[in-house]
């Protein structure tokens, strides 16, 4: 047993707890910030312990203001640290928008490659904690519109883990995506995990009679359907596009091209989403590897309901996507 | 020009061969006349013109089969149609109300003659037809709304190749069928659609025909031997007459209910090489008793002989299947599609009857509906037993 990889089972939390713990050992020049982070342990307790272990100089509270804070991270990080901004959710993030969209995102260009910014924006998101709408959207496809930025979304415990390292190497800025409705999750993961690749997409699950896109809580929702759907003899491949902006497109025509049916899994409403990029890409490259029209399973285009049930009806669940797979296999 | 189509005879005909022209070019035909004989698994077939006018060419050689829907002759109308502007009476003579129903039958067929020309394959499908010289018209999609899939090609190329396998490999050799495989392949090919598409409700009541029965011996005693009633007759009577107040019964299923103007009930006819024919008996509910005896036994020896008219054998509008004495109590039919009803009568059976306190014997029936459950619902099909059960109660009035 000594020099096989050893597995150890741990939270969504804990993954993300060490990955940024991890990004504060590793480099003087990292530092978090963000609202609550310091002495509250952070809204969602991913940061609870760091202020101890690190003081205030590099787990920083900030006021209340998202433009404010976010907008100070970024001129940091062009005066050469390394800052990791935390935004309670991807909704609040919107304040910050002008920030993120006209600053962080254009500077390179805009000083003709003399200005790099490698700001790490990190964002709690997702749907299913009976938040509310205001707190419960799925703005992944905002930011995967802008070039100029990273986006990158955690499906997987793995990634929880090792994404931030990677990010933090990047010149250009980054958004990464959290799911709070995930940390309580608990998977096992290899013990060695340090940094993954932050610019592919992922085959977590391989398969012949359909590609199954997703990514964020569709990961492991579609896994699951996955292995049901194997029960009765489809097997479907499952993709994690981890990066939504740049998307690595060869992975999924890749897919495509063996299994040549598609559907597209994701929380945030369907119209101009990521869904619809995935779809109009496949259409233009791997048209006749189509054996069927692309599919796609989003959020219901209604401001995400409170009560708990209309939540869940109100994003694709696991037998959604079993279903909308036999239909489009067998027709049935 | 009216074009004269390959009819199709049942939900389970394909092709016909054409064996002799009953007209020539040049010759006046009028609705009803037989216009040719075709040979299809069922026989051969008296084919009926539902046309006026002048044949103006034959387009098919005797002896050619071709499949259902092949335009086989051109029949000018045009002088015909001329006569007819001039009697605006015959329009205002239809009931309105009756007009609807006749419209919504001929619908689907005008539709599926226009979309014929557009094929829908999926890209990969075409890609692999183009690549493999597969002709797209000539197959059946399985994918959604039809569409032919990547499997639908790879099982076309590989029929083609053991095609090809046994042509190299084996003399060609003519398929002989004796007359009784050439009708069981019809069954079942109609039989195995049905169970395959439809999905089937049965019920079943027990029918007192001591009165009936009665009746009828009563009616006989005035009647020459060749005239003589059959028991059967008033149960189609009876089943005729309860149709008028379902409806939904006489109808077909074909992309929703489509309800049928006349009740044209199918009669099964056993073979004596094994297998059923189904000879329809026109217009039932305006056929008196002596009517439909006369019918049967018109009708029941020519399909023994496989010597129906084309409208004999297309046009019921649904099915009566009757076992006869001695047989088993209760039939539980097969629905022929695409008709939405299958009545059954068991035989006629001595058994006690409890009647105002006292003990007797009766006569009784059990009678079975299978119903298209996408058409109607077990209270319709219920509720058509017990108007049947009241008619068979009061013979006199059938």
């Known amino acids: 047993m000594e020099n096989s990889v050893r597995k150890i089972k741990i939270t969504y939390r804990e993954a993300l707890k060490q990955g940024l713990r991890e990004a504060l050992q590793n ?67 919107l304040l910050a928008m002008d920030q993120i969209v006209n600053n962080a995102a254009t500077l390179q260009h805009m000083s003709g490659g003399q200005l790099h910014n490698p700001v790490v924006i990190r964002m709690g998101c997702g749907i299913g904690r009976q938040l509310g709408a205001q707190h419960s959207h799925s703005w992944e496809p905002f930011y995967a519109h802008i070039p100029g930025l990273i986006v990158l979304s955690i499906g997987t415990h793995e990634d929880a883990r090792g994404m931030l390292q990677l990010a933090l190497q990047s010149p250009d800025p980054v958004i990464l995506f959290e799911y709070t409705s995930m940390l309580n999750l608990e998977k096992e993961i290899q013990t060695n995990v340090k940094a993954v690749a932050i610019n592919k997409a992922k085959v977590l699950r391989e398969g012949t009679a359909i590609t199954i896109i997703t990514y964020g809580t569709g990961v492991y929702k579609c896994l699951e359907a996955a292995t049901e759907l194997a029960t009765v003899g489809i097997e479907a491949e499952v993709i994690d596009l981890r990066t939504l902006r740049p998307l690595d497109e060869k992975t999924f025509l890749d897919s495509v091209a063996k299994t040549h049916r598609v559907l597209v899994v994701e929380d945030a409403w369907r ?41 869940e009806a109100a994003i694709p669940q696991r037998n959604d996507i079993v279903n909308t797979v036999k239909k489009m296999i067998r027709h049935d | 020009m009216i074009e004269f189509l390959m009819p199709s005879l049942g939900a389970d005909m394909e ?18 006349d037989i216009i040719a004989e075709v040979e299809t698994q069922k026989g051969l077939i008296e084919i009926e013109v539902f046309d006026e006018g002048i044949i103006d060419q034959l387009l098919i050689k005797e002896g050619t089969k071709v499949p259902v829907g092949t335009v086989m002759a051109l029949i000018n109308s045009s002088e015909v149609e001329l006569e007819s502007k001039e009697d605006p009476k015959i329009t205002l003579d239809v009931p309105i109300a009756l007009q609807p129903i006749e419209e919504k039958i001929l619908e689907p067929i005008k ?90 409700y049965y019920l079943e009541k027990k029918i007192n025909l001591t009165n009936a029965l009665a009746w009828l011996q009563v009616a006989n005693e005035h009647r020459v031997i060749k005239k003589r009633l059959l028991p059967v007759v008033l149960l189609i009577k009876a089943t005729a007459k309860s149709l008028l107040e379902f409806p939904d019964l006489n109808a077909i299923w074909d992309n929703g209910l489509q309800l049928k103007k006349n009740i044209n009930i199918g009669f099964v006819v ?109 209270l319709t099909g219920s509720r058509f037993l017990v108007t049947l059960n009241k008619h068979l109660q009061n013979p006199e009035l059938l």
């Open chain 1, 27 to 93: 480099d003087d020049l990292v530092f978090l910030m963000g609202e609550d982070v310091g002495r509250y342990g952070g809204a969602f307790a991913v940061s609870k312990g760091l202020l101890e272990e690190f003081g205030k100089e590099r787990i920083m509270d900030v006021p209340l203001s998202e433009a404010g804070f976010v907008g100070a991270g970024i001129g940091a990080a062009m005066a050469g640290m390394k800052p990791i901004i935390e935004v309670m959710t991807v909704n609040f993030s």
């Open chain 2, 111 to 200: 539709i599926e003659k226009t979309v014929e020309t557009i094929i829908k394959a999926s890209p990969l499908a075409k890609r692999i037809a183009e690549d493999n010289k597969i002709d797209l018209s000539k197959i059946k999609g399985t994918g959604s709304d039809g569409a032919i899939t990547k499997e639908d090609v790879d099982n076309a190329i590989e029929e083609r190749e053991k095609i090809e396998i046994e042509n190299t490999q084996t003399l060609p050799q003519e398929k002989i069928t004796k007359p009784g495989e050439a009708i069981r392949t019809a069954v079942a090919a109609a039989m195995s659609k049905s169970n395959r598409e439809i999905p089937h």
């Open chain 2, 270 to 378: 056993s073979l004596r090489t094994g297998g059923i024919i189904v000879p329809a008996i026109h217009q039932v509910d305006k056929k008196n008793v002596d009517e439909i005896m006369d019918s049967l036994s018109d009708i029941i020896p020519r399909a023994r002989a496989m010597r129906l008219r084309s409208s004999e054998l297309s046009d019921s509008t649904i099915t009566l299947t009757n076992i006869g004495d001695g047989g088993a109590d209760s039939v539980f039919g097969v629905i022929y599609p695409p008709q939405v009803a299958i009545i059954a009568f068991g035989s006629v059976l001595e058994q006690p009857l409890a009647e105002n306190g006292m003990i007797g014997i009766g006569s009784f029936v059990n009678v079975t509906l299978a119903g298209d459950h996408r058409a109607t619902d077990g």
């Open chain 1, 271 to 311: 119209s101009v989403s990521i869904s619809s990029e995935i779809s109009a890409r496949i259409m233009e490259k791997a048209f006749y590897d189509l054996d069927a029209p692309v599919q796609r399973l989003c959020g219901i285009e209604v401001p995400i309901p409170y009560s708990a049930h209309l939540e």
């Open chain 2, 15 to 32: 092709d016909g061969t054409l064996i002799e022209w009953k007209k020539k070019q040049g010759d006046t035909v009028k609705r009803g």
